[in-house]
């Protein structure tokens, strides 16, 4: 099944036909990535084309924010684990870049503190506290870390 972009669409060729399921491929990637580019380039659609149904379906913008604050969770976990078991380099054998990721969960808490207060019944406010005491929290384990280098070196 697809559907027919219009052609004044970014990125989309006149009359080209997408998979109507996009939107689930789409939030699947977003959920892993927290990135709305690389997730419309993984589902075949320009961002725009994202940003619009998020704009015009409700239950698609609602959905939108549960993969968000999914995204943002893999992220805590995989900053934590690193910091943890000392894994410093990516697979590419890269240093990791942990201020960008602690920057993007910067970014994403007031996303996150709305998504969990709606599921959890409490307020925003409350959320985003928690929030910023876990970013603190990596944010100093990020400084231990960088002392223990800096003495082991």
Do not use: C
Request: proline share 1%; no cysteine; net charge positive.
């Amino acid at each position: 099944m697809s559907e027919k972009i219009r052609s004044g669409s970014a990125g989309a060729g006149k009359g080209r036909r997408i998979n109507t399921r996009w939107r689930d491929h789409f939030l699947e990637s977003l959920s892993q990535t927290s990135n709305v580019t690389k997730s419309a380039e993984a589902a075949g659609v320009t961002a725009s084309t994202a940003y619009r149904a998020r704009s015009n379906e409700p239950e698609f913008a609602r959905r939108w924010i549960v993969a968000l604050r999914e995204g943002y969770a893999h992220l805590e976990l995989e900053v934590l684990r690193r910091l943890r078991e000392g894994e410093q380099k990516t697979n590419d054998g890269e240093k990791y870049d942990f201020a960008n990721a602690i920057r993007l969960l910067s970014a994403h808490r007031d996303n996150a503190a709305r998504a969990q207060a709606e599921q959890r019944n409490v307020s925003a406010k409350e959320v985003r506290a928690s929030i910023d005491r876990k970013v603190e929290e990596i944010r100093l384990k990020v400084m231990e870390e960088k002392v223990k280098d800096n003495r082991g070196r």
